[in-house]
């Protein structure tokens, strides 16, 4: 029988994880191997930097999963894997500005959307990156609006390339104004948040400094030195905020054999997520109301 794992409570959990695998042509043997140890329900991906035509989807079909992704080449690229096949499908922002469909996937399965995005990194300060990073925070913005209730059952994972707190960078002084820590994007990020989220980490770990995603290839002994972000990141309506039971850094993993500068973010929720879709209308209302 296949091993199930359980929340505190004794109930089945549903497990997702997001991890910028920085080329998953490069890091396919760490991501098979990652999923082989962990076997998450739902893993998502980012930066693959890879055409659809040259996507590994075999190699995650060969392990039982279910596999959806959009990319063109480039530093962009974003996938799901799931153990489920979903039932909803959807790539790109789908408001007539620039589509991004390598940079935000959106699937439904167990009666939970779940939306993967690669958010742009901005380049500098003032640059036309910079401000299209803005503009596409402001379009997600209305994306999740348009698209989403907060009273429903909804994860937002990824590459977010926003650091939201002073705690969530190893010098918040000096890189005030870096791309993924400045005050413009910052402040765009919690209009998001303000829709409708909570930043499920902090939920259970809040306050906690020095818990970071991703160390800088380019600073020596990053890792070692633990000079990183927290820019990877798995945020919850609060209905499913309310069922989470663990998140957690898989740190270990940024030590193996080829890594990305990224590691893997891990959420658990109790219940298999079937019960999910019978979120009852009071239940919804009461986990907005906490």
């Known amino acids: 029988m296949e091993e199930t794992l359980e929340s505190p409570e004794g109930k089945p959990s549903f497990k997702v994880a997001t991890f910028n695998a920085n080329s998953i042509r490069a890091r396919l043997p760490l991501v098979l191997k990652w999923l082989g140890k962990e076997k998450p329900d739902v893993l998502c991906l980012q930066e693959t930097k890879v055409k659809d035509l040259e996507f590994p989807a075999q ?58 995005t690669y958010v742009p990194q901005g ?38 390339n926003v650091a939201p707190e002073e705690i969530d960078v190893y010098d918040p002084i000096g890189l005030k104004n870096q791309v993924d820590f400045h005050p413009e994007v910052r402040a765009a990020l919690f209009r998001i ?15 906690k400094p020095g818990q970071y995603t991703f160390w800088d290839y380019r ?28 998140v957690w850094i898989d740190r270990e ?15 658990e929720f109790k219940g298999s997520g079937l019960a999910m879709q019978h979120f009852s209308t009071r239940e919804a209302s009461l986990a907005i109301k906490k």
């Open 219 to 246: 600073v020596p002994k990053a890792l070692e030195r633990n000079l990183g972000w927290r820019i990877d990141h798995i945020w919850a309506t609060p209905p499913l905020a309310e069922r989470s039971v663990d």
């Open 193 to 207: 948040k303000n829709w409708g989220f909570v930043d499920v980490y902090r939920r259970h770990h809040p306050g």
């Open 59 to 116: 190699a995650f079909r060969d392990l039982g999963y279910f596999v959806v992704f959009r990319g063109k080449g480039g530093r962009a690229g974003v996938a799901i894997i799931s153990k489920e096949e979903p039932n909803k499908v959807s790539f790109g922002l789908s408001d007539g500005g620039p589509p991004d469909e390598d940079r935000l996937v959106w699937i439904s399965l167990r009666g939970i959307s779940i939306v993967n």
């Open 253 to 267: 993993a940024r030590m193996w054999e080829r890594p990305s500068d990224h590691t893997f973010l891990v959420a």
């Open 123 to 160: 380049q500098e300060e003032k640059s036309e990156a910079f401000l299209y990073k803005l503009e596409w925070l402001e379009r997600l913005r209305w994306y999740f609006s348009r698209n989403f209730s907060p009273n429903e059952p909804l994860l937002w994972c990824g590459d977010f």
